[in-house]
């Protein structure tokens, strides 16, 4: 007899989903604006990973989108390296910009999390 599946499962994976699309970007700002040293994508990966728990951590090849765009906004900049171990590697910085928009969406994360943590408070068994 085979069990019923479970209903929250897939609400549960569609929500961290979703939630994770709005906290990459801010999460690889906080990753690269801790380090004075460029990073690959590969590197930002692992670290997302060390960090985050693993809660951050997903397909590597979701994160070059996100770079793309960081840059392509004047947030990050990046060059392109050798590498010994294979292709050449795409290094990322964090920029001015990106500094101050680190901030701004720190201040904006801790302004929506503390008003969540609040509506939820006493609400979960």
Known sequence: ???????????LR?????LSAGTVSLAL???????????YGYQIAKRLEQVGDGVLAGKQSALYPVLRNLE???VLESFVEPSDAGPPRRYYRITALGRNVLRAWS???????DSVDS????DIP
């Open 72 to 74: 392509a906004a004047g």
């Open 1 to 11: 007899m085979t069990q019923a599946p479970d209903p929250i499962e897939p609400l």
């Open 119 to 122: 509506v939820l408070q006493g």
């Open 107 to 113: 201040g904006a994360w801790r302004a929506t999390r």
């Open 14 to 18: 569609k929500f961290q989903k979703e």
């Open 29 to 39: 700002l906080g990753v690269l604006a801790g380090t004075d040293e460029p990073m």
